[in-house]
């Protein structure tokens, strides 16, 4: 099969760039003790703040971590912990049942997705809303995306409702390996849009993005409901 002169260049700077990413990533923890960044099960905790949570307290210290630290700023090693045990491999079996809040998902340096279906109803301030949908993220070596298909829908005091809003959060977590610590965020976005003339209301957009090294990804779901009673979320997970 013939390849031109530029698609072999092409292809030649390409590897370059592989080849000089994960060097980086090797790089990164030289200097540092060995640490794996592979998922550990929950008997090997040693923190005490990450032992016996529960779903809620699972999400609730995600959403601590998520707003604790910068993009590229190194986690504690609590936190380090935290992220290693209460996430999924993307190679193994998910160590928690399919109603655990959020979908973590470890990622290799390879290509690697995964989606996760929810379907929530709560009653507050006098409406109902209906949340539901599927959450979707794919990590490749440089390049990666997060999808949401959802769909918010007011089942219960409509004429309440002055706006519906629908969110997909991803939270991309990558080797940093400074200081001891091994995981910070490094990219952190979401996808949203919003209505205030529907009851239902859905949203279904991919967003791609660009980070070195990522390890997990924390991708969750909420629509926000804004009623003549006050404003309230519905998550995901």
Known sequence: MYISRKMSKLIFLSLVLLVGTLSMASFVFADEPSLSLDPIQP??????????????????????????????EPFSLEDTE?????????NEPSIFTPSQPGDISTMSFFNSSYSKPFNKTLTKNGVTVNFSGRVYSNIGILNHSYRGNVTSKVTAGGPKV????????NVAYGALGSSGTYVGIVYDGNINNSTTKYKTWS???????????????????YTRITSTGGTFRLYAF
Do not use: C, P
Not at 44 to 61: F, G, P, S, T, V
Not at 204 to 216: I, K, L, N, S
């Open 82 to 90: 935290f992220i290693r045990v209460y996430a999924d491999s993307a």
């Open 162 to 169: 002055s706006k519906i809003e629908n969110f997909v959060t």
């Open 203 to 221: 949203l279904d957009e991919t967003q791609r993005y660009g980070a070195v090294t990522v390890v997990y990804t924390y991708t969750n779901a």
């Open 43 to 72: 008997s090997e905790i040693q923190h005490d703040i990450n032992k016996n949570l529960n779903q809620i307290q699972i999400a609730e210290r995600f959403n601590e971590i998520n707003s604790t630290y910068e993009v590229n």
